[in-house]
């Protein structure tokens, strides 16, 4: 009866490590995650914000960039596509030349930027032109840096009252506000 | 990052592919709507482009062509996709979907069931199908906000909201006529297609907004108060509208008297001046063209409206926005206009734009009184006291532009957004960009000899309507 119990035993044993092996050979089932390789070079697709022709609103366009390492890498890469200027049907309205000196951004949401004097010395334009340019740049670094709620421009490390006239800059601006 | 140099060779060339995937997609218009992004439906099952998945999950991309494998990296958090492969490697977990990741006219496509297995935590986007409009959208902090029920309860109109999350409500604008809230959700439901007629609720509609939803409503003036009563355990947000003040209400934007709007002065302040010229194309200078379009509005409303009129400069001068403010509050002025002419980098763009200051302001007194006098006030930045006028200086602008589009001096455009030269003006006021002089046929016109006389006539008409409050 032992005997008889002891060869069930093993018979179920040997039935299970088969199985088991079996599984494990089952392609994809276990398979291992690819490394991720950190040596070659990654993509990132960021979403930028130009101005329609009408000058009424705000042109989206896909565009792919080399993955910035750090978060002043990230708004400079963001701010030298926008002053590049559209592929497709937009209208670049950031003043030319703008780029960036500066980012940081706070536990709060707050992202500062402090753009080159360019900013401010290259607008020309009336309340649209200076609208769509704050939209612009608002409105990209918040659809492509998550957790910023909030912009506050600076510019060569001043604040800056406005870009033309029209809209104040004192404050920071709220992303939100911007459809 | 740093990268060894040998490989900059395949990574340009990785990235000129990727460009070039990336370039088949349209330019979309970001002013209807929160962005959400379209599926693609193979053989019935809808798809989403991996292109579009990285970048909703900000994800970095990396591209494996030996093993035909795309690792996208967001964070901590890492996604394997292969081609042609219905497993899916989400950090250390592997996930069978009912059908495989396949190739598309050059770009991965993920079906979309993936987005529910998704990690669920604080350092990854959560994105959410919704399948009535076939579109993928990341989830605010608020998650989904359902369709509203709409009731009147002991003379209160109360419209409420499930909500699956406890994201932020925020109301953008205090008046009756636009009362705008915000909620840090994404829309999933349907409006009711009818309000109950004993109700404060006049209309209700979705808005475009860049993040989560907001809805416009227009209130009757029977509603003196509202609030908003968050319930996250019951999973629901409440709008209240009373007809009267009371503990935990809040009031409405001031309004200013109902019937005839009494105005006695009207400051106009001609944009720029002195070295500021403004917008310059050809022979239409902007501060030469706001000048003598402020001379002949002075006219114009000295003629009809028996007003005192007070220009802010009558010379080629410049001023501070200090000394502007301070001309229209000295006169005690019952509306100020800021007057401007627009320019733009594309030729398309013309017509007129209004800037006013937006409804965020509730009274003082009305606060004290909604609140007894333990209630904290919360203090207004003199720079921003126009916001006080904001009901009124919204309908001053809606009554301009009503007037300038049937003169056909439009397309107008209306913006709520306090302008530089409305700040610390104690009175309602709006900015008014009266034509885009790069626009050519905007330009003809101004320059012709009627052209300031007729936009004088046309903005003194709107005056005279905000004036007459119908």
Known sequence: MKRRVLVVTLILAVLAWAGWRWTQRRPGLHERPAAVDTASAGFRAVQLYFASPGGDSLVGEARELVEPATLHERVAALVRELDRGPARGGVAVLPAGTSVRFAYLDPDGLLTVDLSRSFVQGFHGGADAEYLAVASLVRTLAANLSGVKRVLLVCGGEPIATLGGHIPLDRPIDASDWP | MTRPAGRLAPAAAALA?????????????????????????????????????????????????DVRKLVLRSG???????????FVVADDRTLRLSSPVISLRGELQVPVELLESLPRDSALARLYYDPRRGRVVV??????????????????????????????????????QHFRVRFDAFFTGALPESLPGDGSILRLRSIPTSTGSAFELALSPEAQAFRIARSPRAGRVTLEFSPRLGPGLEPFAPEGPRGVRPIHVVVIDPGHGGADAGVTVGDAVEKDLTLALARQLRFELERRLAVRVVLTRDRDVALSIEQRAQA???????????????????????????????????????????????????????????????????????????????????????RERLPLTLLGVNAPGILLECATLTAPRDRARVAQPSGLTDLAAGIADGIVAYQRND
């Not at chain 2, 439906?41 to 062509?65: Q, T």
């Not at chain 2, 901590?76 to 219905?86: I, R, S």
């Not at chain 2, 930045?381 to 300038?404: F, I, K, Y």
Request: contains cysteine.
């Open chain 2, 76 to 86: 901590a958090h890492h996604l394997v996709l292969t081609v042609d492969n219905p």
């Open chain 2, 328 to 414: 229209a509050n000295k006169a005690r002025a019952d509306l100020v206009l800021s007057l401007h002419f627009d320019g733009f980098p594309a030729a398309a763009a013309r017509g007129a734009t209004v800037y006013c200051p937006p409804a965020t302001f509730a009274s003082r007194d009305a606060e004290a009184r909604a609140g007894g006098p333990g209630r904290p006030v919360a203090v207004l930045p003199w720079s921003d006291v126009a916001t006080r006028h904001a009901v009124q200086a919204r309908a001053l602008g809606d009554a301009v532009l009503g007037v300038m589009e049937l003169r056909g001096l439009g397309p107008v455009r209306l």
């Open chain 2, 139 to 176: 989830l605010p902090a608020g998650g989904t906000l359902g369709a509203p029920r709409v009731a009147v309860i002991e003379s209160a109109t109360r419209i409420t909201f499930p909500i699956d999350g406890s994201g932020e409500v925020t109301v953008a604008n205090r008046s009756r």
């Open chain 2, 17 to 65: 592919l990727l460009a070039l995937l990336a370039a088949g997609a349209p330019a979309k218009a970001a002013g209807d709507a929160l962005e959400t992004v379209p599926v693609t439906r193979v053989d019935g099952v809808p798809h989403l482009g991996a292109n579009e998945l990285a970048r909703l999950l900000d994800a970095a991309k990396f591209w494996r062509p």
